[in-house]
Nanobody, 126 residues
Framework: QVQLVESGGGLVQAGGSLRLSCAAS????????MGWFRQAPGKERAFVAA????????YYADSVKGRFAISRDNAKNTVNLQMNSLKFEDTAVYFC???????????????????WGQGTQVTVSS
């Protein structure tokens, strides 16, 4: 079992950047497909980005493509989400999640993920 803790959220002006980090304990994150999701008030949890294990394939929601980048740091056992050109509509609680899938496999549905962090708030002021 793996425990996940997100950090790096905060308040930023539109057009600014934030870097979220998801730190793991219990098992190496390199063993998992990792995803970032977000949930705005009154809305369902939505897919943001994912990275597969072994071959590090990535996939992004259309709304963040070209602005966000997901990456792994296996030495630090973290998965990061670099968020640039932030928009007001990016405001949400951001969660990282893990699932044990095959090499190169990506999942975009939150229902497929087994382990979740507690979330970190990102607020973008317009």
């Amino acid at each position: 079992q793996v425990q996940l803790v997100e950090s790096g959220g905060g308040l930023v002006q539109a057009g600014g950047s934030l870097r979220l980090s998801c730190a793991a304990s219990g098992r190496p994150l390199s063993s998992y497909t990792m995803g970032w999701f977000r949930q705005a008030p009154g809305k369902e949890r939505a897919f943001v980005a994912a990275i597969s294990k072994t071959v590090d394939r990535t996939y992004y929601a259309d709304s963040v493509k070209g602005r966000f980048a997901i990456s792994r740091d296996n030495a630090k056992n973290t998965v990061n989400l670099q968020m640039n050109s932030l928009k007001f509509e990016d405001t949400a609680v951001y969660f990282c999640a893990a699932v044990n899938r095959g090499a190169g496999v990506l999942d975009v549905s939150p229902d497929r993920y087994d382990y979740w962090g507690q979330g970190t708030q990102v607020t973008v002021s317009s």
